[in-house]
């Protein structure tokens, strides 16, 4: 797996927040739990296209700003009975930074 | 660690609920066996009479399938009955002689139908109406035989007699008084449901006692049932006997090892049952001497169980208030609480014979103690939520007959009755959820409660407003076993058991400062909450300790963390603050300017008298703001919205007071303060009230003498008219009385609760206590008020933005 991107330090992701990623492919929404494990997810929900970037982080889930959907963050997976996926990408954090790749 | 061994014996859905509630709380805990009696894995007992009615098959009904049990490593024993439980050697032995050991034992034995000790009870055709077997006995005669004759004239001989009608079969109830279902309708209503099951062809033999069952006289019956002796020495024929004349607990097992029953295996509040480590759930149990056989009281049962068998060690069981509804195509009928009534007791009664509807209504010291309903049941889950939670009805008393107000409301046509709502009729207009959609789901999932029929067809997630018809959905598809959560006792969400109450509570006494140090204290289940807990937290923590408690920006909704309202393209909307609704040249072309310069595409009139600017990027907001000049309306918070205003005497001929004054001078002193949810207020300048102050949370109208407060209005989902708190005279006893109630809704109102939801639970005596005439009280309360608004700061000014909410990063 190659191509990692310099997106961002641990630091500038809030716990249990997220930052947005614009890039070619649309944005890319990177969560912060609160442990300081990094997910990184297209920004789109998958029931009504909802910037998941902008709900409230808790556990390994977000809970979508428009329609409450909880979406796992690990696979970008909706919580049953709930059905969809946000494409996940593949992130990383080495010495503070956060790398992410669009493969 | 090693896993403890738990053995239930009895598949039913008792047992497997409780079993579904321990997986959910503490899914490693056991190792767990089952042992069923039945050959069939945990199927919906109440959904049998639909299955002998032929509106549904067996394979419909089943709960939970043999993947399941799989899927949980659970070792199930199908069609193998425990004989023995060897207490000494914490084991259990089946017929077959398969054993197995437990640590914790869990007994959900269920009920016995009673056979009535009759001569001829052993006969063939007469048989007991409990299980699949049974029923598809009663299919297989329905096919062959012509005469059935159902003993019992309750709940369940009913569903019988109908189902077997509806087979073809000529069926008589047989009931031993007076009128049907005496245990749960009086006699106006049986004899209505009396007259509608006879319309239906069946027929009924009241006040008759069954002496004797005939035998056929020779060999080629097979010793089977030919007709019905009563004990006035009438007799009829029947080639079917159907007993339904009540259950009994199944203790044979319990009572054969020693465990002390008492007409059902007892238990205490936690479920368990005089001998350490053994526990009972279910209508094989006797608690504080009541044995139910009703679906609903057996959940709460296992949810309490669970949590003792998952060493949580904190939930009880206290009874449960039971509601009946018949499960009879074409009827509605529904009773709850006690409604045989006392000289303590009164009756509102309503009686349309003509129309076909009854209703009566008893009441007991100022509360709802029972209710039955024929006819017309759609407020029946409404009465039954106010009987469960004691709720003191003085003040609806002279209207509470016609139901609830709000059912009727926007998003589903007027339509207040889900029965005569045809399947494909949308029953909400948020979701676009049909009604046959609502029924489909909640026979093939198996659901029970509004939450899960929420969860899995989003009907009534959204506004609300059709709640009160997914709710009688509910009921009548799955019966008695339907029983809406009683508010007092809901816990904040799934993250913990305890009550809004309760946790607001611990955060006054333990004097707790932050989120994370409430939710260990609390002993939340969960490392950090939820989406519905978080922000209920950080509101409560900010309401008891103002400039203590520690904002959280990542337990707020966006809206609220971005100072802005998001829209469903992910941009924002931007409210400007204009006191009253009074603007001026200077703020207008500062807002034109703004929105030609950052191509805003929407400029609009709000509903409260002020500008949305709609379509702004997220990262131009701070300079959005900066270039505006003007304070942020907070039309996107739990928050003062905005105080509506008309021009009032300054201008107006017919005004009496200066109502766009006193609107400017209540939103300048109590703009910036949060509340549970959104709070509206509106001035009017006299009684024809342009300001339309009567569907706002706080309404002041003018009058030559001085002002009228109302609360408590609303214009949204629930239309409700504002009621009546106080007469005032000056512009500083408004400000008094109004920020005394603001605090009182503040300190007391669970979050996302709106004031017509707060005072309709808190009761207006209640406010009008601590608000008019405690005047020390209403003092506190604005003083604790005004302390809460101190400094509080514009989230627009710049130093109030944190920018990196606001930037997006770059690749």
């Given amino acids: 797996m190659g191509n990692w991107h310099q997106v961002a330090t641990l630091e500038e992701i809030p716990p249990l927040g997220a930052r947005?990623?614009?890039?070619?492919?649309?944005?890319?929404?990177?969560?912060?739990?609160?442990?300081?494990?990094?997910?990184?997810?297209?920004?789109?929900c998958p029931h009504k296209g909802g910037p998941l970037s902008q709900g409230i982080v808790f556990g390994r889930k977000v809970a979508c700003p428009m329609h409450g959907l909880n979406i796992?963050?690990?696979?970008?997976?909706?919580?049953?009975?709930?059905?969809?996926?946000?494409?996940?990408?593949p992130v990383k954090v080495e010495g503070g930074v956060v790398y992410l790749s669009l493969a | 660690m090693k896993r403890m061994k738990l053995v239930m014996v009895g598949n039913g859905m008792a047992g497997v609920r409780t079993l579904e509630e321990l997986l959910k709380l503490v899914p490693d805990m056991y190792d767990i066996t089952v042992f069923g009696a039945e050959p069939y894995p945990n199927y919906n007992r109440i959904m049998l009479s639909p299955v002998l009615a032929g509106e549904q098959g067996i394979q419909d009904i089943i709960l939970n399938d043999l993947d399941w049990y799989a899927q949980h490593n659970i070792t199930l024993h199908l069609g193998k009955k425990v004989v023995c439980i060897d207490r000494s050697k914490k084991q259990v032995v089946a017929e077959d002689g398969t054993t197995a050991k437990y640590d914790r034992l869990l007994l959900?034995?269920?009920?016995?139908?009673?056979?009535?000790?009759?001569?001829?009870?052993?006969?063939?055709?007469?048989?007991?109406?409990?299980?699949?077997?049974?029923?598809?006995?009663?299919?297989?005669?329905?096919?062959?035989?012509?005469?059935?004759?159902?003993?019992?004239?309750?709940?369940?001989?009913?569903?019988?007699?109908?189902?077997?009608?509806?087979?073809?079969?000529?069926?008589?109830?047989v009931h031993l008084m007076p009128w049907l279902m005496e245990r749960q309708l009086d006699q106006i209503a049986a004899q209505m449901l009396q007259a509608s099951l006879e319309a239906k062809g069946l027929k009924f033999l009241l006040e008759k006692q069954t002496q004797e069952l005939v035998a056929g006289p020779n060999s080629s019956d097979g010793g089977r049932v030919i007709a019905i002796r009563f004990k006035d020495g009438s007799e009829i024929p029947a080639d079917l006997v159907v007993m339904a004349v009540g259950i009994r607990p199944n203790t044979a097992l319990a009572e054969s090892a020693g465990i002390y029953c008492d007409r059902g295996i007892v238990v205490d509040d936690t479920m368990q049952t005089y001998s350490p480590g053994i526990y009972a759930v279910g209508e094989c149990v006797s608690h504080r001497g009541t044995a139910y056989g009703l679906v609903a009281p057996l959940f709460d049962m296992g949810k309490v169980c669970a949590n003792h068998l998952a060493q949580m060690g904190i939930a009880r069981y206290q009874g449960s208030v039971t509601s009946t509804k018949l499960k009879v195509t074409g009827i509605d009928l529904f009773s709850a609480g006690d409604f045989t009534g006392s000289e303590q007791t009164e009756d509102i009664v309503l009686h349309d014979a003509a129309g076909g509807v009854y209703k009566r209504l008893v009441l007991r010291d100022d509360k709802l103690a029972g209710a039955v309903m024929y006819g017309d049941t759609k407020d029946g889950s409404w009465y039954f939520q106010m009987i469960r939670d004691g709720k003191n009805v003085a003040e609806i008393r002279s209207h509470l007959m016609f139901g609830q107000s709000h059912l009727g409301n926007t998003g589903h046509q007027g339509q207040n009755s889900a029965a005569s709502m045809p399947d494909e009729m949308e029953v909400c207009g948020c979701n676009g959820v049909c009604k046959g959609t609502i029924v489909k789901a909640i026979k093939e999932k198996g659901l029970f409660t509004l939450e899960e029929v929420r969860k899995h067809t989003k009907a009534s997630a959204s506004c609300g407003s059709c709640t009160g018809l997914v709710e009688q959905i509910l009921a009548s598809t799955v019966g008695g076993a339907y029983a809406p959560q009683a508010n007092t006792v809901k816990p904040l969400c799934d993250c913990t058991e305890l009550t809004h109450e309760e946790v607001r509570k611990a955060i006054r006494k333990e004097k707790l400062l932050a989120i994370p140090q409430t939710m260990e204290f609390l002993n939340w289940r969960t490392p950090n909450g939820c989406a519905a807990c978080r922000p209920a937290l950080n509101y409560y923590l900010l309401c008891a300790w103002p400039h203590e408690a520690r904002d959280d920006p990542q337990s707020r909704f966006i809206n609220e963390r971005a100072h802005a309202n998001i829209q469903k393209d992910g941009s924002f909307s931007v409210v400007p603050r204009m006191h009253g609704g009074v603007t001026n040249p200077q703020q207008l072309r500062r807002i034109a300017d703004v929105a030609e310069k950052y191509r805003i595409p929407m400029v609009k009139m709000t509903g409260g008298q002020r500008i949305d600017l709609f379509g702004v990027k997220k990262e131009d907001l701070p300079r959005v703001w900066a270039d505006l000049g003007?304070?942020?309306?907070?039309?996107?918070?739990?928050?003062?919205?905005?105080?509506?205003?008309?021009?009032?005497?300054?201008?107006?001929?017919?005004?009496?007071?200066?109502?766009?004054?006193?609107?400017?001078?209540?939103?300048?002193?109590?703009?910036?303060?949060?509340?549970?949810?959104?709070?509206?207020?509106?001035?009017?300048g006299c009684p024809r009230n342009c300001a339309e102050a009567s569907i706002k949370d706080i309404g002041v109208i003018g009058v030559d003498s001085g002002w009228e407060i109302y609360v408590a209005g609303n214009g949204g989902i629930k239309t409700e008219v504002a009621r009546f708190l106080v007469k005032v005279k000056t512009h500083g006893e408004v400000m008094e009385y109004s920020g005394a109630f603001i605090q009182l809704y503040r300190e007391e109102a669970r979050y996302l609760d709106r004031?017509?939801?707060?005072?309709?639970?808190?009761?207006?005596?209640?406010?009008?206590?601590?608000?008019?005439?405690?005047?020390?009280?209403?003092?506190?309360?604005?003083?604790?008020?005004?302390?809460?608004?101190?400094?509080?700061?514009?989230?627009?000014a710049k130093d109030s933005v944190n920018p990196r909410e606001f930037a997006a990063l770059a690749l």
């Fill in chain 2, 755 to 796: 004031t017509v939801h707060y005072v309709e639970r808190a009761g207006l005596d209640h406010i009008r206590q601590r608000v008019v005439q405690d005047a020390a009280s209403r003092r506190a309360l604005y003083e604790r008020l005004l302390y809460a608004l101190q400094g509080a700061k514009d989230p627009w």
């Fill in chain 2, 630 to 684: 003007m304070p942020s309306g907070y039309a996107y918070g739990k928050s003062l919205r905005t105080v509506k205003t008309c021009v009032g005497s300054e201008w107006c001929r017919f005004g009496v007071q200066d109502s766009t004054q006193l609107g400017i001078t209540i939103e300048k002193a109590f703009d910036r303060i949060w509340t549970p949810h959104k709070l509206k207020i509106a001035v009017s």
């Fill in chain 1, 20 to 44: 947005v990623v614009a890039t070619q492919q649309g944005d890319v929404a990177l969560f912060r739990t609160v442990d300081g494990e990094v997910f990184a997810l297209r920004d789109k």
């Fill in chain 2, 108 to 173: 959900a034995t269920g009920s016995n139908p009673v056979i009535l000790p009759v001569p001829g009870k052993e006969l063939d055709g007469v048989i007991g109406y409990r299980d699949i077997q049974d029923t598809n006995a009663m299919i297989a005669a329905a096919e062959k035989y012509k005469k059935a004759v159902v003993i019992g004239g309750g709940l369940l001989g009913l569903e019988a007699a109908n189902g077997l009608a509806i087979r073809g079969m000529d069926v008589s109830v």
């Fill in chain 1, 72 to 89: 796992s963050l690990e696979d970008g997976k909706a919580i049953a009975p709930d059905v969809g996926c946000a494409r996940p990408y």
